[in-house]
């Protein structure tokens, strides 16, 4: 899901992943982020919701790493 701005208390929040003990837990991204900024947040949270216990270093390392050898690649996201 995409908001304006995920947590209005916290200006560099881009992005959260609601704990796994929630139910209908969520994924939450800022809108209008630069493409490639929107793949790293992305995948950051993708990895919070894949290993919660995961501590945040390495959480921002490998997202990092992983947005920056798909945007080599040639990943780009479509507009609809």
């Not at 993708?46 to 216990?53: G, I, P, S, V, Y």
Request: hydrophobic fraction near 35%; glycine fraction near 4%; aromatic fraction near 10%.
């Amino acid at each position: 899901m995409f908001f304006p701005r995920p947590d209005k208390k916290d200006k560099k929040c881009k992005g959260y992943c609601e704990s796994p003990t929630k139910k209908n837990k969520e994924i939450v991204i800022q809108e209008n982020l630069p493409s490639k900024e929107e793949l790293d947040i992305t995948l950051h949270e993708l990895l919070h919701a894949a290993d919660w216990w995961k501590d945040e270093e390495w959480v921002e390392q490998v997202g990092t790493d992983i947005a920056n050898v798909l945007w080599r690649l040639g990943w780009r996201k479509i507009e609809e």
